[in-house]
């Protein structure tokens, strides 16, 4: 059974990076299932940021974080990355990690980790 | 960019039927995913491929699809079924869409 473990809450100040990581176990990391990472602010919906293939290494990135967002895969350690640069108050969020369902090229994000709380403040 | 779109609420009485709709452009053609979210906790997908249940969902939860429409619909509804309900698809532009949310209350 696949399972994704998040790291700790962050408190961050204004203009630094932020990086969350996602352990998983329970399946072969190095696969074709995507690892995507989802936020939601508070009282908010949910956010498809981006993901990455574990497999080829390869990210893909939502076009609204394009350019302060990167994601990547270590299979050394079978953890993926989320880091994201120059934070403002609105990142404020819960941050998910989740995994790729699915076959023949139609997936959905099957599995999720617990959530990690970012806080952006001053 | 794609959107979807959901009714932000949805009030039900306790053993009546709750039906959650996710309209999108040319939605028949794409997989329709749905999640429910309680407060404090992570996602949990309860419909994939449009109507397909993951183990351990309950049947009375069911996916269907007409025209740009995809609906959810829990019959006879209980307290347990509070929660907000997601719909997800695939864009080749967007990669993952999801709806707004829709808030489903028990009366």
């Known amino acids: 059974q696949v399972q994704l473990v998040q790291s700790g809450a962050e408190l961050k100040k204004p203009g630094s990076s932020v990086k969350v990581s996602c352990k998983v176990s329970?399946?072969?990391?190095?696969?074709?299932?995507?690892i995507n990472w989802v936020r939601q602010a508070p009282g908010q919906g949910l956010e498809w940021m981006g993901g990455?293939?574990?497999?080829?290494?390869?990210?893909d990135y939502a076009q609204a974080f394009k350019g302060r967002l990167s994601i990547a895969a270590d299979e050394s350690t079978n953890t993926a990355y989320m880091e994201l640069s120059s934070l403002r108050s609105e990142d404020t969020a819960v941050y998910y990690c989740?995994?790729?369902?699915?076959?023949?090229?139609?997936?959905?994000?099957?599995?999720w980790g617990k959530g990690t709380t970012v806080t952006v403040s001053s | 960019s794609y959107v979807l779109t959901q009714p932000p609420s949805v009030a039900v009485a306790p053993g009546e039927a709750a039906n959650v709709s996710c309209e999108g452009s040319?939605?028949?053609?794409?997989?329709v995913n749905w999640y429910q979210q309680k407060p404090g906790q992570a996602p949990v997908v309860i419909i994939y491929?449009?109507?397909h249940r993951p183990s351990g969902i309950p049947e009375r939860i069911s996916g269907s699809k007409s025209g740009d429409t995809a609906t959810l619909t829990i019959s006879r509804v209980e307290g347990g079924d509070e929660a907000a309900y997601y719909c997800?698809?695939?864009?080749?532009?967007?990669?993952?869409?999801f709806g707004p949310g829709t808030t489903v209350t028990v009366l």
């Open positions: 990455v293939v574990p497999m080829s290494g390869k990210s």
């Open positions: 040319n939605i028949g053609k794409r997989s």
């Open positions: 329970g399946d072969n990391f190095k696969s074709i299932y995507s």
């Open positions: 491929y449009d109507s």
């Open positions: 997800l698809v695939w864009h080749s532009s967007d990669h993952y869409v």
């Open positions: 989740a995994r790729d369902s699915g076959f023949g090229g139609d997936y959905y994000m099957g599995v």
